[in-house]
């Protein structure tokens, strides 16, 4: 107990980084009445409890991912159960471009994230720009694609077919809000406190913008595919 | 992502009033905020339910006091079955979301689990105070919902919003029931009395309440993967833990379906939309797309709400009752000073429970014309919940066999748990059965079956936890004496109340109907529903001894030790109150298992889960380490 607040003072002063043991679902545990209680992969073998911890981040981003997907996957479950009239609705050239650029948007963070991963912090930060715009353009082309569909006589209000062109879009886009603030928090981030040794806590953080902007992506090419090819 | 990162485990001890108590980081004092909102709720709720018992066992009785306060509700003290109905609907969603979600999950959830892992707080204390703010506000407009259409001036407070946001049309609150089915929910003034501008708030507040319960599932997650302490290995965690994950997991994956299609109906009643509506119907004497007030509509399914609503809607029943299953099997150990029988065996069958409760929400729809063959499937997974819940009720008996059991009144309330889900839950097999259901469906046998196993179970489930930790989070034991008047009463009094209704319904008495004097064949069942009122009059009463009981015991209670209740797990480790950090700054390090009561060979009957093997001499035989 003594060693183990001894290690805790010095940790709590300590300003170096702090290796992490992996996260898997737990390290063994020595047998019944083990000597060492071991570490459970979690928390760290030293017991310091103010350590940047990245797997915190990805288990919170994986979770929040869980959830978004479930809301769309109930809407898709409305949009595929609804009956859809007679109306045919040809599908807004736009939303071939905004698929087309999200998927772009995608790759060019990938490229951030390398970037990050070699040092290169000017590319890193040229990349995050570069998805940051293709972000605002995919929200451009979809408000240009709302116009085109009234311009079609498709409204909001009406049959569900119709009305699910809007409301996937704007949930969609509202979802995609989010990744561009959190795009913009990296960038701010890139800024600031580029002396203090961070550069896990960019890692962690680009990896875990990353992944929720692949899944906006991901999620609207599903819903592309659904409202193109189920009509 | 906005949180302050690596610093959020620093944030001191507030000093100022308002950070301490009303705007904390702390999960323990949000948690006590949960339950006070629980407290709050079950209050308004309860005593919904006693105005509806005086409705059904003496109708057409003049109550003055009711036209006082609802006017157009009771006019001449006389309830009208729209009040009445509305007061169906608010009693279950205010039950359902703002007690039962709240209290078992938010409240000793929040306050327990990092303590019980060995974290100093929760994952994300930011996020942890916004989801308790984001609750209160759809409880607050959950009462506006009531409100909104009784008074003329109130009932303007939100017509910037749209014609459709206007109350003050002086009808009652939102009468659509807790489910809120389409199509009449989602048609706006045109539907009737009820369904105007608070069926709008009704549907906002559960939405709020959707965002607030993610916010607090996503902690509990990360919370708990992320933050146990050395030495707390998953299987060393203690059945609270694994059920407040679950219930996490649960509300995570359910409530986004919920939100969904909460904002589909919204804008079904606001935007002109049709997801809910069909095509041609006829309500109130209006065809749809006749006349302004009715817009036409077409293309949408009702069935599709009920398909999202009882997607969240069973799994919400394991919200509700799997934090009691935890405490209920912490407890039994506790007090049967023996350790829990099957460990692995209720971890995984918790883990059953809410997987399979993902699977089963058609066994709410038997009548709404699905597929035989949907309903068979449906029936078989549903009956198939029984057998981990077997698993339970058997383990439970098992811990309590052949123990010297010590009868505290949180021992007698946890035994209240057992008895409870049985009961209730033998009317589930009977109910999941679509053949069966069918008959039943719309009659006071379902009343009967969710009001034991998903209401007073969970409820019972709840009261042990308070009278157990309470010596925790206050350092004054809940007074005892009080504590086992309490419970004799409610546990006779909810049998008194419930196993009526199965009877009833078995009868044929409709559920949801104000007044039955017009049947004849139910008019030998009237001793019945009176003798179902004077027990519920009986119990609500009691209450009222619980709540003095809390808040004298608060002040005045026999004080307690760090360690009153000779119990094994973390939060028993630590001062009593729990100091701000928890541990004050060192977190304790795990050795063993939960529940070592009885270590053959160890000085005492009990072995806590932080004391290290050097501290415990003969300590070799440990039951339950297959680590």
Redesign the interface.
């Known amino acids: 107990m003594l060693r183990y607040q001894a290690v805790m003072a010095t940790m709590v002063t300590s300003t170096k980084t702090v290796t992490k043991k992996g996260a898997g679902s737990g390290a063994k545990f020595p047998g019944p009445n083990g000597k060492k209680p071991g570490g459970n992969g979690w928390h760290g073998d030293d017991g310091s409890k103010r350590k940047f911890s990245p797997a915190r981040y990805r288990i919170t981003m994986w979770v929040v991912l869980a959830a978004i997907i479930m809301m769309f996957a109930a809407l898709s479950g409305v949009y595929i159960m609804s009956t859809h009239g007679e109306q045919r609705i040809a599908m807004p050239h736009m939303f071939f471009a905004s698929t087309g650029i999200i998927i772009i948007s995608s790759w060019t963070l990938t490229r951030a994230k390398r970037s990050l991963q070699f040092e290169q912090s000017r590319r890193y930060v040229s990349w995050l720009l570069v998805t940051l715009v293709l972000g605002l353009a995919f929200l451009t082309s979809q408000l240009i694609g709302w116009r085109e569909l009234k311009d079609a006589g498709v409204y909001f209000a009406g049959q569900p077919h119709s009305s699910f062109f809007y409301f996937f879009t704007a949930v969609h886009g509202a979802h995609l809000i989010g990744g561009i603030i959190l795009l913009v928090f990296l960038l701010v981030r890139s800024k600031t406190n580029i002396l203090k040794p961070e550069t896990e806590k960019r890692n962690t953080w680009t990896a875990v913008v990353a992944l929720y902007w692949h899944a906006m992506g991901a999620i609207w090419v599903w819903l592309f595919l659904l409202l193109l090819l189920l009509k | ?2 949180e302050t ?2 610093g959020v ?2 944030h001191p001890a507030p000093t100022g009033f308002i950070r301490k108590y009303i705007f904390s980081l702390d999960h323990k004092v949000i948690g006590i905020q949960y339950i006070i909102l629980a407290l709050a709720a079950v209050l308004v709720g309860m005593i919904m339910s006693l105005l509806m018992r005086l409705q059904l066992s003496w109708p057409g009785t003049n109550w003055p006091i009711l036209e006082t306060f609802f006017p157009t509700g009771a006019p001449g003290g006389l309830m009208t079955p729209e009040f009445y109905l509305s007061l169906v609907t608010m009693h279950g969603t205010i039950m359902v979301f703002f007690v039962l979600t709240t209290a078992p999950q938010g409240g000793f959830g929040n306050y327990f689990l990092p303590i019980q892992i060995g ?2 707080d929760m ?2 204390p930011v996020l942890n105070m916004m989801s308790f703010w984001v609750t209160f506000l759809g409880f607050l407009v959950i009462l506006f919902a009531i409100v909104v259409e009784g008074n003329q001036s109130i009932g303007q407070w939100f017509a910037a919003l749209g014609p459709s946001f206007v109350g003050g049309s002086g009808t009652v609150g939102p009468i659509g029931g807790w489910t809120g089915y389409a199509p009449l929910s989602a048609l706006g003034k045109v539907a009737g009395p009820g369904q105007g501008a608070g069926m709008n708030f009704w549907v906002i507040s559960i939405a709020i309440f959707c965002v607030g319960s ?1 916010l607090g ?2 902690n509990f ?2 919370t708990l ?10 299987m060393r965690m203690p059945l609270t833990c694994w059920a407040w994950f679950t219930t996490a997991v649960l509300a ?6 919920l ?3 909460g ?2 109906l919204l ?1 079904d009643r606001i ?5 809910f509506i069909p095509g041609g119907l006829y309500v109130s004497g209006l065809l749809s797309g006749s006349n302004p007030n009715f ?1 036409l509509h ?4 009702p069935i ?1 709400w009920q ?2 609503f009882w ?1 969240f809607g069973h799994p919400e029943v394991y919200i509700a009752i799997l934090p009691g299953m935890g405490a209920t099997s912490h407890i039994l150990s506790t007090f049967a000073r023996k350790p829990i029988f099957g460990y692995r065996a209720m971890v995984f069958a918790i883990f059953a429970i809410g997987l399979l409760g993902f699977f089963v929400w058609g066994h709410h729809m038997f009548i709404s014309g699905m597929s035989p063959y949907s309903a068979v499937a449906f029936s078989i997974l549903t009956l198939s919940i029984g057998v981990p819940s077997a698993v339970k009720t058997f383990n439970w008996l098992g811990t309590l066999w052949g123990a010297r059991i010590r009868f505290t009144t949180a021992m007698l309330f946890a035994l209240g748990f057992v008895s409870l889900f049985v009961a209730g839950g033998i009317s589930g097999l009977i109910l999941g059965q679509s053949s069966l259901d069918l008959a039943m469906h719309d009659t006071y046998i379902v009343t009967g079956h969710f009001h034991l196993v998903m209401g007073v179970a969970s409820i019972f489930g709840m009261f042990a936890a308070l009278y157990f930790w309470f010596p925790k989070m206050f350092g004054r034991f809940l007074g005892e004496g009080l504590g086992k008047f309490h419970f004799w009463i409610t546990f006779i009094g909810v049998y008194c109340i419930f196993m009526p209704m199965h009877i009833m319904g078995i009868a044929g008495m409709p559920r949801r109907y104000s007044q039955f004097t017009e049947y004849e064949f139910l008019k030998g069942l009237h001793p019945l529903v009176v003798f179902v009122s004077v027990a519920a009059i009986i119990t609500i009463a009691t209450q009222f001894v619980f709540y003095f009981n809390v808040i004298w015991s608060i002040f005045k209670g026999k004080k307690a030790g760090d360690n009153p209740w000779e119990a094994t797990t973390l939060e028993w480790n630590t001062t009593t109150p729990p100091p701000h950090d928890n541990f004050a ?3 304790p ?3 063993r298992g939960p529940y070592e009561f009885a270590v053959p060979g160890a000085p005492k009957d009990f072995i806590m889960q932080a004391e ?2 050097a501290e415990v001499p003969g ?2 035989g ?1 039951n339950g ?3």
């Open positions: 992502m906005s990162h690596e485990h620093r974290a100093e994952a994300f993610l599932a996503l997650i990360t993967l992320n933050m146990r302490t050395k030495g707390m290995s998953l995570l994956l359910s409530f986004p379906v939100l969904g299609g904002i589909l804008l935007a002109g939309t049709s997801f817009p077409t293309g949408g399914s599709l398909h999202l997607f700054g060192i977190l390090t795990v050795y290290a093997d300590g070799n440990h380490h297959k680590h």
